[in-house]
């Protein structure tokens, strides 16, 4: 089986910073593309950034040059650093990997529990 766990979200500021970290364990052979989603309440799941396994990158609009996405391949790890954040960034994030768990397994989508962020004074 594999589980995403989430760590890092709370209650900061505006103008403040975070940094959300998702660690993947479990029966994992490879991971393609590993992200990150929020959901603020009464509003769709959207994507907020995204990193291949090669280590490209792509952002949604409204976080380019405040957030960064990284990944520590070794220990099957994916970080969003969150700066500058505002009150609209206050959501619930969801961790998401596409993970193949052996050599001839499809690859599946995986989803952790979620964290909140709120931006507030």
């Known amino acids: 089986q594999v589980q995403l766990v989430e760590s890092g979200g709370g209650l900061v500021q505006p103008g403040g910073s975070l940094r959300l970290s998702c660690a993947a364990s479990?029966?994992?052979?490879?991971?393609?593309?590993m992200g990150w989603y929020r959901q603020a309440p009464g509003k769709q799941r959207e994507s907020v950034a995204r990193t291949t396994s090669d280590g490209s990158t792509n952002y949604a609009d409204s976080v380019k040059g405040r957030f960064t996405i990284s990944r520590d391949n070794t220990k099957n790890t994916v970080y969003l650093q969150m700066n500058s954040l505002k009150p609209e960034d206050t959501a619930v994030y969801y961790c998401n990997a596409q993970i193949q768990t052996s050599r001839h397994a499809y690859t599946g989508r995986y989803w952790g529990q979620g964290t909140q962020v709120t931006v507030s004074s």
């Open positions: 479990g029966s994992i052979f490879s991971i393609n593309v």
